[in-house]
């Protein structure tokens, strides 16, 4: 579903991403750790484009990304993302910050685009907040929020940017079990994230990145319990001992 | 003393030009304000040729003095078999000049909206234009009130170039009424009286908005 070959990303004379090669497969859980700097949002920005890689081939969804006459609105429609600070549109409610995209960008009448919007609201456990702006709920309400917004697009992808890491500590569990619910589902993602648990609970597959490289590809247990590169040991050494 | 009676004397005079003031001043206000978005919309734009086209506008027409603009309405355009009347030219000519500062303003505005905004919007799917007009523009516009208010209020008073050009609006017949009664100073006196009645409601009018869009985050 999503297949990255040899790709390269420079940022002038920066090389973020060093001959990445990476597939994913429908329904699978994929998430990527490191340390910070080491590419892992560059690498997730690609999938929609919102980052340009510099060579090598990209294909999401069947499309590839590098075309220049690729409908990439069209890829975007498919593909959810959630974002480290939330990013919802602090001038509009709650219901209008989901329905704004499935209305303008697919044409879903109002009164359905409402509808779906209040199921995922639902969903995610607010569903009295439609009403509200965002500025008036906490951190991990607004968090689910964005992931109702996304999931409202019904899409087929979701790429989730270092979700939790602006959260206060005690709203980190509520978004997290929203997303184990969208791995239950069958859901195909891309975590970035630094919530170790997480990612052992639920990952397919650990992807471990340093230094724009994507150093170890395993299952969580066997990331976990016997990573075989020495740069995946340290990090782990350092990021679990807290 | 003020003379009073220059003003009641010549009442329907002042408030000829002052009715054709403000439709000039809502003319080239809501005219410059349309085109000053679009300016400042090219002026971000990623592609490059729209690009060019909105810095070089802004660069040329903010840097030449307003007469001089109104003059290629006025004196520019019958060369090409185009003419048009005092009033007109003096419209045309404040709104075109007024767009590059509201142009500019508006861009400030834009730019000052966290990037974020953009990547979620184009990330769902938005277009461009889209993303501008839901997202971006609608929270732009908060923080462009106060210099886009300044822009305005110096609109209604540029309007004043009109007299010039034989525009018919409050300063070309306060001329007149300055060299048929010799009271230049109580004529002015009251020209400016009249701009003020203007200008202190919008200046008002701006503050108020700036408050309550404060008021809902």
């Given at each position: 579903m999503i297949e990255f070959q040899q790709v390269e990303k420079h940022y002038g004379d920066f090389h973020v991403l060093k001959g990445i090669d990476l597939q994913i497969a429908q329904g699978e859980v994929v998430v990527v750790v490191g340390p910070s700097g080491s590419g892992k949002s560059t690498l997730l920005r690609c999938i929609n484009r919102l980052e340009a890689i510099t060579s090598g081939s990209l294909i999401v969804n069947e499309v590839d990304v590098t075309d220049k006459k690729a409908d990439i609105n069209k890829l975007r429609r498919e593909i959810g993302m959630v974002f480290q600070h939330f990013n919802l549109y602090p001038h509009m409610k709650v219901i209008d910050n989901i329905t704004l995209a499935p209305m303008k960008a697919l044409g879903v009448p109002k009164p359905q685009a409402a509808d779906t919007a209040r199921m995922y609201l639902d969903k995610v456990g607010i569903d009295d907040k439609a009403g509200a702006f965002p500025s008036q709920l906490s951190g991990g309400q607004q968090q689910r929020v964005a992931i109702a917004r996304a999931l409202a697009m019904k899409p087929k992808i979701m790429l989730f940017d270092?979700?939790?890491?602006?959260?206060d500590p005690e709203m980190v569990g509520e978004v997290l079990d929203v997303m184990k619910a969208l791995v239950h589902e069958g859901m195909t993602m891309v975590v970035v994230t630094h919530e170790m648990g997480f990612a052992r609970e639920v990952a397919d597959r650990v992807v471990f990145m340093d230094k724009g490289q994507i150093v170890e590809i395993s299952p969580p247990e066997e990331f976990f319990e016997q990573p075989r590169e020495d740069r995946a040991r340290l990090f782990l050494n350092r990021v679990l001992r807290h | 003393m003020l003379d009073i009676s220059i003003f009641t004397d010549h009442f329907g005079i002042y408030m000829k030009g002052f009715g054709n003031t403000i439709w000039a001043s809502v003319i080239a206000l809501l005219g410059s304000f349309a085109l000053g978005t679009i300016i400042a919309v090219f002026r971000i734009s990623s592609v490059k040729p729209l690009r060019w086209v909105g810095t070089a506008y802004v660069e040329f027409i903010r840097n030449i003095p307003l007469l001089l603009v109104v003059f290629v309405f006025y004196l520019g355009l019958p060369s090409l078999g185009v003419t048009l009347s005092g009033f007109v030219c003096g419209t045309v000519g404040l709104m075109v000049y007024t767009a590059s500062f509201v142009a500019e303003a508006i861009r400030a505005g834009i730019m000052s909206v966290p990037s974020g905004q953009t990547e979620a919007a184009r990330a769902s799917g938005l277009t461009y234009m889209q993303t501008m007009r839901h997202v971006v523009l609608p929270q732009a516009i908060k923080i462009v009130i106060p210099p886009l208010s300044n822009q305005f209020i110096n609109l209604v008073k540029n309007s004043s170039i009109l007299g010039v050009f034989a525009g018919f609006d409050l300063m070309y017949y306060g001329d007149q009424v300055a060299s048929k009664t010799y009271a230049t100073f109580d004529t002015y006196i009251f020209v400016a009286a009249l701009y003020l009645v203007l200008t202190l409601p919008l200046s008002f009018a701006a503050l108020q908005l700036e408050r309550r869009l404060a008021k809902n985050g």
């Amino acid at each position: 579903m999503i297949e990255f070959q040899q790709v390269e990303k420079h940022y002038g004379d920066f090389h973020v991403l060093k001959g990445i090669d990476l597939q994913i497969a429908q329904g699978e859980v994929v998430v990527v750790v490191g340390p910070s700097g080491s590419g892992k949002s560059t690498l997730l920005r690609c999938i929609n484009r919102l980052e340009a890689i510099t060579s090598g081939s990209l294909i999401v969804n069947e499309v590839d990304v590098t075309d220049k006459k690729a409908d990439i609105n069209k890829l975007r429609r498919e593909i959810g993302m959630v974002f480290q600070h939330f990013n919802l549109y602090p001038h509009m409610k709650v219901i209008d910050n989901i329905t704004l995209a499935p209305m303008k960008a697919l044409g879903v009448p109002k009164p359905q685009a409402a509808d779906t919007a209040r199921m995922y609201l639902d969903k995610v456990g607010i569903d009295d907040k439609a009403g509200a702006f965002p500025s008036q709920l906490s951190g991990g309400q607004q968090q689910r929020v964005a992931i109702a917004r996304a999931l409202a697009m019904k899409p087929k992808i979701m790429l989730f940017d270092e979700p939790t890491s602006a959260l206060d500590p005690e709203m980190v569990g509520e978004v997290l079990d929203v997303m184990k619910a969208l791995v239950h589902e069958g859901m195909t993602m891309v975590v970035v994230t630094h919530e170790m648990g997480f990612a052992r609970e639920v990952a397919d597959r650990v992807v471990f990145m340093d230094k724009g490289q994507i150093v170890e590809i395993s299952p969580p247990e066997e990331f976990f319990e016997q990573p075989r590169e020495d740069r995946a040991r340290l990090f782990l050494n350092r990021v679990l001992r807290h | 003393m003020l003379d009073i009676s220059i003003f009641t004397d010549h009442f329907g005079i002042y408030m000829k030009g002052f009715g054709n003031t403000i439709w000039a001043s809502v003319i080239a206000l809501l005219g410059s304000f349309a085109l000053g978005t679009i300016i400042a919309v090219f002026r971000i734009s990623s592609v490059k040729p729209l690009r060019w086209v909105g810095t070089a506008y802004v660069e040329f027409i903010r840097n030449i003095p307003l007469l001089l603009v109104v003059f290629v309405f006025y004196l520019g355009l019958p060369s090409l078999g185009v003419t048009l009347s005092g009033f007109v030219c003096g419209t045309v000519g404040l709104m075109v000049y007024t767009a590059s500062f509201v142009a500019e303003a508006i861009r400030a505005g834009i730019m000052s909206v966290p990037s974020g905004q953009t990547e979620a919007a184009r990330a769902s799917g938005l277009t461009y234009m889209q993303t501008m007009r839901h997202v971006v523009l609608p929270q732009a516009i908060k923080i462009v009130i106060p210099p886009l208010s300044n822009q305005f209020i110096n609109l209604v008073k540029n309007s004043s170039i009109l007299g010039v050009f034989a525009g018919f609006d409050l300063m070309y017949y306060g001329d007149q009424v300055a060299s048929k009664t010799y009271a230049t100073f109580d004529t002015y006196i009251f020209v400016a009286a009249l701009y003020l009645v203007l200008t202190l409601p919008l200046s008002f009018a701006a503050l108020q908005l700036e408050r309550r869009l404060a008021k809902n985050g």
